[in-house]
Every structure is written in structure tokens, then in C-alpha cells.
């Protein structure tokens, strides 16, 4: 053995410590990692096994009666929206934005108003644009017709989950009629709260020929004593198969009550960030 060579075992060595070491960390923390993943299951399973034994029937009436407390305590609210449209397929590749400012006056004055666009002028007209007046048309007819009630849809338990924190009962909604701004899939309902948290769902009607398959991806979170809309995702795939995402985001929120109007503080509005609403099928908060 040559003394020249002695210092590049020495280096091999201790490069092969090296990655033995880095390798023994990376497997502790992929334990410690493994183990906070399956404490935080057991909690979430837990959690979700504790809830009381309520029937469809008794979540939906309880969600139904809850619902309506929290609108009759409303009173206005302000909100800026960012819609973002995303075209893949045939012919080309299109896209298109739009800020859009809501004002809620209760009982049910809605008003839109556009901001500003830009983007694929077809993309503005034909789809952001309609939505817009879909969400109008909406609101004028009332949210009786499009509310989460047992008038409007039949209710199947299929079990209880906890999503993103909250404790929640695990509905499957069929709407009783082909509504454009109702919908059939799943919603998971705040066990404490009985509000909505998700919504995973597809429109009850086609909204058109051309689109083969909508799905509907849709959170909400609590502020203050309201249940809001916070991010809201909608893929829809066309019968010329391209495929369309659309994404609707909130910018600052300012929220009055009842309570807080009659108040001395009344004119004072909170303000927050909240993310994210989908027009037809805005049930009642």
C-alpha cells in the first residue's frame, strides 16, 4: 500500500460516514415523522367515533334550523372576489381573470359589480360573465329554492370525518329536482356548529351540452358566528375533450351582524381575508 493512498481511504471513509450518518437522521425523523402522523389519526378517528348516533333526517333538520338562525343574524357584508379561468384542449389554450366587489344587504339584495377583466375575451363573455348573472338570478329568486334543506334534497348518512380540524357528519345530498343551482354528491357538516365545511359535488343539471362532467370542490370556515365561503374549485371536462378549471378566491371580507349594527360599535366593520364561493350552489349561511 502506497502512503499517498492512506489519506484518500481516510477521505472515502469518512464521506461513507457521512452518508451513513445523513441516512440515520433522515430514518429517525421519517419515525418521529410516522409517529406524529399516526397520533394525529388516531385523534382524527377518535374524534370523529365520539360524535352522537344522529340520523340523516335529525343532521339535515339541525343544519336546516342552524342555517337559517345564522342568515336571520346577517346583515350586510362586503367582499372583493379574483375569478381565474384556466382553458386546456381544443382549439388552443385560453385564459381569463376578473375582479368582482359583492355587497350583501339583508334580506337578500345582492349586487356584483365588475371590476375589472382581462384575458380571453370568449372566455369573459360566455362563461365569467354568466356566472356573474347566474349568482344574480340566484339571489333574486331567494335561497329557499337552493337551500340545503330536506324541501330541496334527500339526505343519506355515509359516516363521520374530521376535515381540516372540524368534526364533521358525512352527508350524501340528492337534489328532489333537476335545479341548475343544486347539485348531488357529498357535504361534511360541522358536528358543534352544523354548518357546512365541504362540499364535493356535481351540478344536478348539465349546465351544457358541450360540458360532459362538472366537479365541484367547495370549503367553507367560521368568522365570528358566520360560516363563510373560503376557496372553491371547479373542473369541467368537454365532450371535445379539453378541460376547464375554474377558481374563485375572496380578497378582504367586512362583515356586519345584527347585533353588531344596533350596537354603539355598529359602524365599526371587521375586516379579514377569506377565500372562494361557487354561485350556483350557495347555500344559505
Not at 502506497?2 to 419515525?31: L, M, T
Not at 338570478?137 to 380540524?165: C, D
Not at 371547479?234 to 378582504?252: E, M, N
Request: with cysteine.
Amino acid at each position: 500500500m502506497h502512503h499517498r493512498d492512506i489519506p484518500r481511504k481516510i477521505i472515502a471513509s469518512q464521506s461513507f460516514g457521512s452518508v451513513i450518518k445523513k441516512c440515520r437522521y433522515a430514518a429517525v425523523a421519517f419515525v418521529s415523522l410516522s409517529l406524529v402522523l399516526c397520533a394525529s389519526a388516531q385523534v382524527e378517528e377518535h374524534t370523529s367515533a365520539a360524535l352522537p348516533q344522529l340520523t340523516a333526517h335529525q343532521i339535515a333538520s339541525m343544519l336546516e334550523a342552524k342555517n337559517k338562525e345564522r342568515a336571520d343574524r346577517l346583515n350586510t357584508y362586503k367582499s372583493t372576489r379574483t375569478y381565474q379561468l384556466e382553458y386546456h384542449g381544443f382549439p388552443s389554450h385560453k385564459q381569463a381573470s376578473m375582479v368582482v366587489d359583492a355587497q350583501f344587504q339583508r334580506p337578500q339584495n345582492k349586487q356584483l359589480t365588475i371590476v375589472s377583466e382581462q384575458g380571453s375575451g370568449i372566455l369573459r363573455e360566455k362563461v365569467l360573465h354568466r356566472l356573474v348573472e347566474s349568482e344574480s338570478e340566484s339571489a333574486k329568486e331567494g335561497k329557499q329554492s337552493t337551500a340545503i334543506s330536506e324541501e330541496n334534497y334527500e339526505f343519506a348518512l355515509v359516516g363521520t370525518e374530521v376535515k381540516r380540524g372540524h368534526a364533521c357528519y358525512v352527508l350524501k345530498v340528492k337534489p328532489k329536482k333537476p335545479n341548475k343551482f343544486l347539485y348531488t354528491g357529498n357535504i361534511w357538516v360541522d358536528a358543534k356548529d352544523f354548518a357546512v365545511v365541504h362540499i364535493s359535488a356535481q351540478p344536478a343539471k348539465n349546465p351544457s351540452f358541450w360540458i360532459k362532467k362538472v366537479q365541484i370542490e367547495h370549503d367553507y370556515e367560521k368568522f365570528g358566528e358566520f360560516w363563510l365561503p373560503v376557496r372553491n374549485t371547479s373542473v369541467s371536462s368537454t365532450r371535445l375533450g379539453g378541460q376547464a378549471t375554474l377558481t374563485i378566491d375572496y380578497g378582504k371580507y367586512e362583515v356586519h351582524g345584527l347585533e353588531q349594527a344596533n350596537s354603539e360599535l355598529g359602524g365599526v366593520a371587521v375586516v379579514t381575508d377569506w377565500r372562494g364561493t361557487v354561485p350556483q350552489i350557495d347555500p344559505a349561511l
